[in-house]
């Protein structure tokens, strides 16, 4: 069936829903995850495209999002203030920029930033384009297509909306706002001339089924770049007590994700540090081609350096400086 399926792909194909499904079950975790790899260097070549972030508004959410240490509804003692300090921001975007990353992105807490933010933003992504190489995207919530718009004109070429799950479980997770919200977003960042990057969470208590019906939803929704987190509990968060999701359905995970999306960026994003490097390698050489280096919002992150090294043992090359 792998190998059914996967020449079907590289032949133009698609997979269905109930095929996904039998896929994440074969007993041979490995011949799934090879013939993923394949696909992925078909559509894709060895490229690996590298991003990384700023938590740039951090705190006082008034969305409920139950995974989020961000949400004022939980006490969780993250740092909070309103916005970060330009010389601070160009400085990290820089040192991003001197080591090979090749995107960077402003990532702010709450339902969306206001006009007033958002121009001082803007005014923060001119500066950017100015004083870096990094493909610039912008991570704001559910704003407007005029917002959308500035932040194009701004040098921003990609929004960041995360559809976190699939529709079916979302309302579950969040009660705040809603999946049609998310592809309001989504569309709008595409009227205004963006690519988009949307994905999810893994690990949340979703089911596999979970996870691919939100792989056909991103694929419907042709979304270029699917970040995938594993879910880091966080103390006092609703999911803090969640066990941890096991390595293998991580790996099954990537591996459908690619046969479901042949040519799009799939992210390895938040999560990854707590996962063995044997394990990070087979996912990497299983159907993943993009990786958040450096700190998350509330997290560490993996040491950028090991990052590069593991790349390179993985047979990728680094992606840099695509047009903005």
């Known amino acids: ?28 975790r490995d011949a799934l995850c090879d013939a ?4 992925r260097r078909y559509f894709c070549g060895n490229e690996i495209d590298t ?48 080591i090979g990353v090749n995107r960077f992105s402003l990532v ?12 001082a933003f803007c005014d923060d992504y001119k500066l950017l384009a100015k004083e870096t190489t990094l493909s610039l995207c912008a991570s704001m919530g559910l704003v407007d297509e005029d917002t959308l718009r500035a932040l194009k004109a701004a040098g921003v070429s990609r929004y960041h909306c995360n559809m976190e799950t699939s529709s079916e479980f979302f309302p579950s997770l969040c009660t705040t706002h809603t999946p049609d919200d998310k592809r309001r977003v989504i569309r709008a960042a595409r009227a205004a001339g963006m690519t988009v990057c949307s994905g999810g969470i893994i690990g949340m208590g979703e089911t596999m089924s979970d996870r691919i ?35 293998d359905e991580i790996i099954r995970t990537v591996a459908v994700f690619r046969f479901i999306l042949p040519s799009t960026t799939l992210r390895f994003a938040g ?54």
């Open 1 to 28: 069936m792998i190998e059914e399926l996967k020449r079907r792909i590289v032949e133009g194909g698609s997979i269905t829903p109930k095929e996904a499904e039998a896929l994440a079950s074969v007993p041979d």
């Open 36 to 39: 993923a790899d394949e696909i």
């Open 51 to 98: 991003c990384s972030i700023a938590n740039a508004r951090s705190g006082k959410c008034g969305e409920d999002c139950k995974w989020c240490a961000q949400s004022k509804h939980f006490s969780t003692g993250v740092k909070e203030y309103e916005r970060i300090g330009t010389t601070q921001l160009v400085q990290m975007a820089q040192g991003y920029d001197r």
């Open 108 to 119: 702010t807490s709450g339902r969306k930033v206001a006009p007033k933010d958002a121009a």
């Open 213 to 247: 019906q939100m792989a056909f939803e991103l694929r419907a929704l042709e979304v270029d770049s699917v970040p995938i987190n594993i879910l880091n509990p966080i103390k006092g968060t609703p999911l803090e007590h969640v066990p941890a999701i096991s390595k």
């Open 271 to 324: 999560g990854r540090a707590r996962l063995a490097r044997t394990t990070v390698k087979r996912i990497l050489q299983g159907g993943m081609n993009g990786v958040m280096i450096g700190d998350l919002l509330t997290t560490a992150g993996n040491d950028a350096r090991d990052d590069f090294r593991l790349f390179e043992e993985c047979g990728f090359q680094i992606k840099k400086q695509l047009a903005k």
